[in-house]
DNA sequence: AATCCGGGGTT
DNA sequence: AACCCAGGATT
């Protein structure tokens, strides 16, 4: 693969993006966990905003989780931001507040695997450390005309040997950026670009006309369909809402009206009293549905409406002001249930 | 090796 | 409506 071509390409076309102006390793890293199966324009005010109120991983670090969540809030796989604070606090306790420039050490920091390891080397150190993402993977199978499945062993190994020696040599981080950048810009999943692609000369795909064919999609299977019902109750004046947070289901660590799942039956006023049961009781009317599609569910959600309530706090639950959501994690479902009867 | 984890832009 | 995005952890 022509190196020289490639770097060429990335100083005259790649984009500026706010972590193209730093080589701190810590923003980074909170860049390319952000990045994570997530579009970059998505990823930019969210990232600036982070850096401004986490400045530091003594920053991440010492805040409180719920802080964190709110940064995050709407940015989906709140994990990342779990696992995120995680290792700043392991940068603090056993690094001094700097990330590891030892690849091995970077390894083992929560929520950094191969991939993110190999960007925060290359790019903030000038490491030879290669990096496959689902660009890398794109433009490897069309240049090389790579046609096992993305997924399987083999093409796996594959790339990672392909990555390893294109990023051998001066500028690995640019590099590295370069084919992801091609990836994102010219060698797109439909229509590429090959006019104006600066190795197309090399590229098998091109040659045979295979472009629209790789790379070979991994199979998926249909999302799964969850009925939910889930009970909206309020006090003070409709200003405050009864908010749960659980940490191991569906949307751990965020904030959410009651939900339990329904099987068999339609949802009915009994299962609304049953979600709320943990926290009181109150009359419970049927408002609406409202449908969330995520990669992996597709969910049907009855919303009731608790009234005349005496729901209370425990431990699982407790009243949040409408105007202060911003201030906790909250998942895009939360919003839109909310909005559904007219909270929002 | 398969599954889980969000949300949203593109086509 | 399908696709897929600067992936990683868990099972």
Not at 115 to 143: C, K, L, Q
Not at 236 to 248: A, F, N, P, S
Request: glycine fraction near 8%; hydrophobic fraction near 40%; include cysteine.
């Amino acid at each position: 693969m022509d190196r020289d071509a490639l770097l060429r390409w990335y100083d005259e076309h790649k984009r500026d993006l706010p972590w193209r102006r730093t080589r701190d390793p810590y923003a980074i890293w909170v860049s390319e966990i952000m990045c994570q199966q997530t579009r970059v324009e998505t990823v930019i005010p969210y990232y600036e905003k982070f850096l401004s109120r986490f400045p530091t991983p003594a920053a991440l670090a010492s805040a409180p989780e719920d802080d964190v969540m709110a940064m995050w809030s709407g940015l989906g796989y709140y994990r990342r931001a779990r696992l995120l604070q995680k290792g700043a606090r392991e940068v603090v306790a056993s690094y001094g507040g700097q990330v590891p420039r030892d690849r091995d050490a970077r390894l083992k920091l929560p929520g950094v695997g191969r991939y993110t390891a190999g960007a925060i080397g290359s790019i903030a150190w000038s490491e030879e450390e290669p990096v496959v993402d689902g660009n890398v993977m794109r433009v490897f199978a069309r240049h090389f005309g790579i046609d096992s499945p993305l997924g399987a062993k083999e093409t796996d190994a594959r790339m990672w040997r392909e990555a390893e020696a294109l990023v051998r040599g001066p500028r690995p981080g640019d590099l590295n950026q370069s084919i992801m950048e091609l990836g994102a810009r010219v060698c797109r999943p439909r229509s590429p670009t090959c006019l104006v692609c600066p190795i197309a000369h090399g590229c098998v795909a091109k040659a045979e006309g295979r472009q629209a064919q790789l790379p070979v999609p991994k199979v998926k299977k249909a999302p799964r369909r969850v009925t939910l019902a889930t009970v909206v109750a309020t006090r003070d004046k409709r200003r405050e809402i009864l908010l749960v947070k659980q940490e191991r289901a569906l949307f751990g660590g965020l904030y959410m009206t009651p939900a339990l799942e329904v099987k068999g039956a339609a949802p009915s006023e009994a299962h609304g009293r049953a979600a709320l049961a943990p926290f009181g009781s109150g009359r419970i009317v049927s408002t609406g549905k409202v449908e969330h599609i995520l990669s992996h569910r597709v969910m049907e959600v009855t919303v009731f409406l608790a009234t005349h309530g005496r729901a209370k706090t425990n431990s699982l639950g407790r009243f949040v002001a409408l105007d202060a959501l911003h201030t906790i994690g909250v998942a895009s479902l939360t919003k839109k249930i909310l909005r559904s009867v007219d909270l929002l």
